[in-house]
């Protein structure tokens, strides 16, 4: 399974080199069919891993016993990935999953749960820095929430100065700058300008 692991993150890896690749230099066309075909392949063994693991293990006996949270996640990240294959073959993905195909980069998660299992002194300390992470990742994470609130309070506000600029002269009817329509011109361009703005990414 590590192996499989590995494999699959290497052909991911080439997958979105040859898909940039692609679009750089603007052909025209669809993608590369191999990578699809790859794709393909990885999921269908994911799939069927995922189905032999749950009859070896007996899991419908103790659905929560040991390894539940390993086997739950490896089901959930096989069941996105295929249904993003499968509308990928339809030719009828939604905007929302075109990004999906990274979620099978979550599996190298997998490797946490084999370098657990060492007991060789040299990982001692990486597993220990892991831990610390991982202890942390819910305090990280309130942060991020609350920092993401912050830019949408303060975006609101700017929106709103943005809207009385713009309409108090000549109304909404006159020419807008380009650069304020693709800064400013929605809610979601102006939180990402903002978040430009805090971390040194945006002069303006």
Same mark, same amino acid.
């Given at each position: 399974?590590?192996?499989?692991v590995?494999?699959?993150?290497a052909?991911?890896?080439?997958?979105?080199?040859?898909?940039?690749?692609?679009?750089? !230099? !603007? !052909?025209?066309?669809?993608?590369?069919?191999?990578?699809?075909?790859?794709?393909?392949?990885?999921v269908?063994?994911? &799939?069927?891993? &995922?189905?032999?693991?749950?009859?070896w293990?007996e899991?419908?006996?103790?659905?929560?016993?040991?390894?539940a949270g390993?086997?739950?996640?490896?089901? $959930?990240?096989?069941?996105?990935?295929? &249904?993003? +294959? +499968?509308?990928?073959?339809?030719?009828?993905?939604?905007?929302?999953? /075109?990004?999906l195909?990274?979620?099978?980069?979550l599996?190298v998660?997998?490797?946490?749960?084999?370098?657990?299992?060492?007991?060789n002194?040299?990982?001692?300390e990486?597993?220990?820095?892991?831990?610390?992470? /991982?202890?942390?990742?819910?305090?990280?994470?309130?942060? +991020? /929430? &609350?920092v993401?609130?912050?830019?949408?309070?303060?975006?609101?506000?700017?929106?709103?100065?943005?809207?009385?600029s713009?309409t108090?002269?000549?109304? $909404?009817?006159?020419?807008?700058d380009?650069?304020?329509?693709?800064?400013?011109?929605?809610?979601?361009?102006?939180?990402?300008?903002?978040?430009?703005?805090?971390?040194?990414?945006?002069?303006?």
């Open positions: 399974s590590l192996l499989l590995c494999l699959d993150f052909f991911l890896f080439a997958g979105l080199c040859a898909s940039l690749d692609h679009l750089m !230099q !603007q !052909q025209s066309g669809p993608f590369p069919s191999w990578i699809l075909v790859g794709d393909i392949g990885f269908f063994i994911f &799939v069927l891993d &995922v189905m032999l693991r749950f009859w293990t899991r419908w006996r103790q659905p929560f016993g040991k390894g390993w086997f739950y996640f490896d089901s $959930a990240v096989t069941a996105v990935s295929f &249904v993003e +294959v +499968v509308c990928r073959i339809s030719n009828h993905l939604p905007i929302a999953f /075109a990004s195909r990274f979620i099978r980069i599996r998660a997998n490797l946490l749960k084999h370098l657990h299992g060492q007991h002194r040299y990982l001692r990486l597993l220990l820095l892991i831990e610390s992470i /991982a202890a942390s990742l819910w305090v990280l994470l309130a942060t +991020v /929430a &609350v993401l609130f912050l830019l949408l309070v303060w975006a609101m506000g700017l929106s709103q100065m943005i809207i009385a713009l108090q002269d000549g109304g $909404a009817g006159g020419m807008i380009a650069d304020i329509v693709k800064l400013y011109g929605s809610m979601g361009n102006t939180i990402f300008t903002l978040f430009l703005a805090i971390t040194g990414g945006a002069e303006r």
